[in-house]
Structure formats: C-alpha cells, structure tokens
C-alpha cells in the first residue's frame, strides 16, 4: 500500500486501484464484524483502513466509487434469519475525531454552518461513547411495541422478544409519553458478564466472542429469545428516531425526559460550552475509563439546540450535529519475559506470556495470552522479545506486534508433551489446540477438573475453593470426584492442618453431605465431558430422565446403533459431536471407574419435568429479591423441574413473579401488569406439593 498521507505523488490508476482494494476489504470486514459479530481484525486496523479510503477519496474526488465504503452504515440484513424492520428514520453512525484539532475543526464547522459569530453561544453535549450495538426502541402511548437493531440504517433485524429479557429496558414508560416515541440507545455487555460469557463458552467448546461488542451482539440477535434470556445484556439512551412530539428543545431536555420515563442513560451525560470544557470533559472521562465496569471507546460530542441539529442535518451517513472523539488504541511496548505452557481441564496446552509489568490505558499488565502454537508462529515470539502489547475492547491483553522481528533463529519450541504429567501433547488433525493425552492420570487435568466438579455451574459445594482442592489433591486425599463424598473420613487430618477449626471443617463436610443427591444435570455437567456443557446436560436430563438412561443410549450409539443415536440427536440442542464425545467418555475404562464409584456415593434423584399438576407447568416466572433458604440457581432449576420457564425480566408474558425482601423495579413492574406475586413460602409450598 503507498505511504499513509502521501497522495499527492499517486496516480490516478493507482488510487482508482487502492480505492478498489480498500472498497473490497471494508466491506469484507463489515461482514464478518456486523453480520456475524466475529472480526478478524481490530478496530484501530480496520479505522486505519476507513481513513486511508477517505483521505484518497479526498485527494481523488472523481475516483469515489458507487459502492464506497464511505456512504453506507453498518450491513445490509438480507441473509439475517430474524425478520426484517424498515426503519422509518434513518439509523446513523458517527463522524470521528481523533485530535483535539479535529474536534476544534468541528466546532468551527458547525459555527460556519449556522453562520453563527465566534462569540454567539454554542453548546454541547458530552457523553462517553459505549461500545456496543445500536438500538431502536419504539414506543406507541409508552409501550414497547418494536425493537430493531440499526442493520444498514435502513432496514434492521427484529429484536422485540429479545429485549424483552433485558432488564434495562421498560416494557412500558413510566408517567406520560408521546403517541410515537422511538427511544434510540445502546445495548452492551458489562466487561465482568462478557469474561463470564467467554468463559462458559470454552468450558461448553462454544464459540468464543472477541470483545464484549460482539458479544452483546451476537446475544441480542439471536433466533432463538431464550439464548438472549441467558446472557447479561445493559441499555442505555442516546437518542431518538421517529416521534410524534419531542419533548423538548435542547438535547439535554430530551434526555432528561427518557431519564424521566425509566430509561438508563450515559452517568456522564453533561452540557459542555466551548472547546477547553470538550476537551476537559474528554480528558475527564478517558481518566476514569479503566475503572468502569463496561467499554467505551470515545467520547460523544452532540449540538446541544434541537432546531440547531434539525438545521444541521446529515452528510453521508452521520449528522452534521454530532462527532465521536475517539481513544486512541491503549498500545504499549514491553519485554516478553517467559512463555508459560498451562494445562486446562481438557488437557489443553495454554501458552500465557510473562511480561515485564508495564501501564496500558490506566492497568498493569503482567501476563498476555498467546492463545495457541499457532499464534506464537505467527508472531514468531520468543523470551527475551520486545513486544507492542494492545488492550482494545479485550479483557484480556494481546500481542499486537513482535519488535525484535523474525529474524534467523529457531522458533519457540513448542512442547510435544505436557509439562505436568509427561504424557504426549498432539494437536487432532484440523485443529489447533495441542492436548495433553494423559487424561485422569494428568495431574493438571484431574485437579481442575475437580476445581470445575465442585464449581458453581455444577454440584456447587460451599467451602471447597480452588486452593483446598490443591493442597488436598497434593496429600493424596482427593483422587476423583467420589473422594469428595469421602472426606469425612478424614475430619481429624483436615483438623490437624493449618488455617481449618472445628467451624469450617463442619461447614464443608455439611455442604458435602448436602448434595447427597445432587441435581442430575449439574452432576452430568460437573463430569467435564467435552462438548457438553451445562445447558446441554439440562437438555439431555430433561429428556432421558436418568443418568443410566444417558449412558446406555450413548454407549449404543457409539456401537452403531442408529436408533439410539436418533433418540439422542433427537434433543434439541443434542448432535453427532455431543453423542460421540458422551460414547468415547462412557467407553474409556477409567471414566467408567470414576463414574461408579462416584454412584456409589450420590444417588441424584430421577429429572422430572413435566408434573400435569403442578400449577406453574408451561408458565413463566421471575424470582426477585432475596431468597432466603435457596439459591436463586436452585429456585430457577425447580421452576424448570415443574415444567415452568424462569425468566429474568418482568414482562407482559410472565405469568408469576416470586418476591423476596429487597425487590425492587421488578416488584413494581409487576403491579402495573397486574401481575400475580407471591412469596418464597408459598413458592416453596408448590415445589413441595409437585413432589
Ligand atoms: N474490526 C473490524 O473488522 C470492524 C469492522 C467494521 C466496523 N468496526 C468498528 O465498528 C465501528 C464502526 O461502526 P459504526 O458505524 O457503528 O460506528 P461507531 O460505532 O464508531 O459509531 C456510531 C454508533 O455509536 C453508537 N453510540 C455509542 N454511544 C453513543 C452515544 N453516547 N451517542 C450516540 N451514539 C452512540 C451509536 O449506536 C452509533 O450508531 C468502528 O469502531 C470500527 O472500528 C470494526
Ligand atoms: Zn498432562
């Protein structure tokens, strides 16, 4: 490609090229980043792509072609399979600045628009620019009656049952609104929900989101509602589309009112007067940006008069009214000190980079992941190495560059067998993981699998953490899940080592014996089985009922018996790749060891799911505030014992809301819908009464 800001030197058949090429890889990357929510580069990569287009286009005005990436928004929705909604108006992007110059040259363009004198007052919005992905609420008399994500700005993908899971989002409006009112805004993942995501993600084999960007999108816009329900999704306001009334004539009116109406809008939302109070603002913002629980990624600057922004109107595909001054990547330069191998619960060989500490964005970095042997190839690092590390829309921080280059030398070598057991490392043919193949006899493996047995998701055993699991594993006390259920064999021993009195060892052993029979699902789940995750094990429950059951079939299947493997593939949710990997576990001889042996120790009871008389079978039900005797995991799991749904948000589909103290916006929403509210009490006597 030629030189960044050189243009002037080109000619015309090169530009005419490059904006070709450019044209072809913009909307190569618009796809994978709009469409399928899973970029292959990052932002600032793909920014530099966008201006390099506009900078030539600027040089080469008659070389703009039809299809310039400059003149469209986001992508179009044809092959979406949710259904289709014409936007009445227009959904926008954002004009960037990535200077304080570029932001004064904005300011001066908007005075000469409005031919407004340099001493003639002129206010602006502030707000922090969230990364997620844009919303069109509309509200007809302030009931939700249509969500719709932006698509190509003007047709988007249907969203309606989807939000209604977002607890940010009112179904309804509180006090009085317009006939039409289309609040515009954001969804977006909190950075702690998005590392929970990923993490059940891998622990489940699923797809792993880059960034909480794409995570908050490929949640909401799904097919399928429930996946949505199970994902933490945010809101925010920023804006409006169609409206019958704007109630009011200043930016800052409006969004008071959206406040006013229920609506979570930016806490940074502010009036700003003249250039030195932008920039304040922005600086402002950029220092408190590490510590917020979510991303953001710039800085929005709006015109803060409603007939100022009507005169402004639009260019291409952003107002005139309103620019983003964005951050720039949080890059820094470091030693790559070590590569450590570590080995996960299914065996999989990690290398993690030890780094020389170093500041990026405000957090210290000491580690980075380097994903797998194939990525350390490509950037062909090795200990000792300078390298640019990024942290941009990642929770975790990446290499972005490797300095010292890939000059003669051996590559790092890459272990052929596991650092912990000894067994050998293979990667299986099409993938690119490396895998210890030692399995139970891996050290690594059996203790993080342990760790994984007893972990909230699975038989959620109080008082068994991360580092006890360690220390009784290295004194030969915890061999397989079953020893679990054998530990108060044990009780003087555990006594008998520091940090543990008579309170805490009782604690553990009574919330060991408390899951005597544990949830089958959970049980199934904690196992560790690869591709079977802890919805995939509910699903299989729910269907076969007993874990004998599950293991019968599955060992058929894995004999070729057809049948059998249709009875399984059958489950929603269930394919080929679940019941393989369930017939290889049931087939190796020391599962089947550690598999009876721990039924000899719990006995789960049978997976009930549809009890005719309960009254909350095929109903759904939302459990809020504080529940006294059980987790809000264990109520839900009972509500879906019953055959009943638990959703997490208050809607005009639930059918029962279950109270504890401290209820709150739930409680209420549910008296305007005239919604039936009981208590934990009664709650429990329903689960109590199906039996
Ligand atoms: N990595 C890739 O391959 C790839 C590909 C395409 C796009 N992208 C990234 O996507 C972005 C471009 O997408 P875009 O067109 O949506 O532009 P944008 O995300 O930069 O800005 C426009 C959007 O910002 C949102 N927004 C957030 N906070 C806001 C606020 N307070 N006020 C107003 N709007 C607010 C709005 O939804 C609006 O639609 C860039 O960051 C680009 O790097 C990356
Ligand atoms: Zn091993």
């Not at 607890?167 to 993942?189: H, K, S, W």
């Not at 816009?221 to 804006?239: C, M």
């Not at 003249?274 to 408190?288: D, F, H, P, S």
């Not at 942290?391 to 070598?413: H, S, W």
């Amino acid at each position: 490609m030629a030189d960044k800001d050189a243009t002037g030197a080109m000619t015309e058949a090169d530009a005419a090229n490059e904006l070709m090429r450019l044209a072809r890889q913009i909307a190569h990357h618009n796809r994978l980043y709009h469409a399928e929510d899973d970029p292959e580069i990052s932002d600032p990569e793909f920014d530099a792509l966008v201006r390099r287009n506009a900078e030539l286009e600027a040089a080469f005005p008659h070389l703009v072609r039809p299809d310039s990436p400059s003149s469209g928004v986001g992508f179009e929705v044809a092959a979406s399979p949710l259904s289709k909604v014409q936007h009445e108006v227009r959904m926008m992007s954002l004009d960037n600045a990535f200077s304080d110059d570029e932001v004064a040259e904005f300011v001066a363009r908007v005075r000469r628009f409005l031919s407004l004198p340099d001493d003639a007052p002129l206010d602006f919005t502030a707000e922090d620019k969230i990364d997620g992905l844009s919303c069109s609420l509309r509200y007809e008399n302030g009931v939700l009656v249509r969500a719709a994500t932006r698509g190509d700005g003007q047709v988007g993908e249907d969203v309606t049952p989807n939000v209604a899971h977002i607890a940010d989002i009112p179904q309804r409006l509180n006090g009085t609104a317009p006939a039409v009112f289309e609040v515009r805004g954001e969804v977006y993942m909190a950075r702690a929900d998005f590392a929970a995501l990923n993490a059940a993600q891998e622990e489940a084999g699923g797809k792993l989101f880059a960034n909480p960007r794409n995570a908050a999108a490929g949640s909401l816009r799904q097919k399928d509602a429930s996946v949505t329900a199970r994902r933490q999704l945010k809101f925010w306001a920023h804006g409006w589309g169609a409206a019958s009334d704007v109630p009011g004539e200043t930016q800052v009116e409006i969004v008071q009112q959206m406040r006013a109406w229920g609506l979570p809008v930016s806490p940074f939302f502010s009036r700003v007067s003249g250039l030195v109070e932008m920039v304040g603002r922005y600086e402002e913002i950029g220092a408190a940006r590490a510590e917020l629980p979510y991303e953001i990624d710039g800085v929005v600057y709006k015109v803060d008069r409603i007939d100022y922004q009507q005169r402004l109107g639009f260019v291409a595909k952003s107002p005139r009214w309103a620019i983003a001054r964005k951050f720039p990547a949080e890059q820094a330069e470091t030693t790559l000190e070590s590569i450590d191998i570590q080995v996960g619960r299914t065996g999989k060989l990690t290398p993690v980079g030890r780094l020389a500490p170093v500041l990026v964005g405000g957090v210290t970095v000491t580690n980075v992941t380097l994903h797998n042997r194939d990525e350390i190839a490509r950037l062909g690092v090795r200990p000792g190495d300078r390298v640019i590390i990024q942290r941009a829309g990642d929770v975790i921080p990446q290499v972005v560059k490797n300095l010292t280059g890939k000059v003669e030398r051996p590559p790092f070598p890459f272990p052929d067998h596991c650092p912990q057991c000894g067994s050998e490392a293979v990667a299986e043919e099409g993938e690119v993981d490396v895998r210890c193949t030692g399995g139970l006899i891996c050290p690594a493996q059996r203790t993080e699998r342990l760790k994984h047995f007893v972990s909230r998701g699975a038989l959620d055993i109080d008082g068994l953490g991360e580092k006890t699991i360690d220390q009784f594993f290295a004194l030969g006390w915890l061999e397989s899940p079953a020893d679990i259920f054998r530990l108060k064999t044990r009780k003087d021993a555990i006594l008998g080592l520091e940090g543990w009195q008579d309170k805490s060892v009782e604690k553990l052993l009574a919330s060991v014996e408390n899951r005597r029979q544990p949830d089958a699902a959970r049980l199934l789940f904690g196992l560790g089985i690869r591709h079977v995750g802890a919805v995939t094990a509910r699903d299989l429950l729910r269907h076969l009922h007993e874990l004998p059951v599950l293991r019968d079939l599955a060992l058929k299947a894995r004999e070729g018996d057809e049948e059998a493997a249709r009875e399984l593939t059958d489950i929603d949710g269930v394919g080929p790749v679940v019941v393989e990997a369930l017939g290889d576990f049931f087939h190796e001889d020391h599962n089947v060891k550690v598999w009876d042996d721990l039924l000899n120790e719990v006995s789960p009871p049978p997976y009930v799911v549809e009890t005719s008389d309960s009254p909350v079978t095929g109903k759904t039900v939302v459990f809020t505030g504080k529940l006294e005797t059980m987790s809000r995991d264990e109520a839900k799991a009972q509500a879906e014992r019953l055959g009943a749904k638990a959703a997490g948000t208050v809607s005009a589909k639930t059918d029962l809301v279950v109270a504890g103290p401290g209820a709150g916006s739930k409680l209420k929403k549910a008296a305007d819908l005239a919604i039936e509210v009981i208590d934990e009490a009664a709650w429990a006597q329903i689960v109590a009464a199906a039996g």
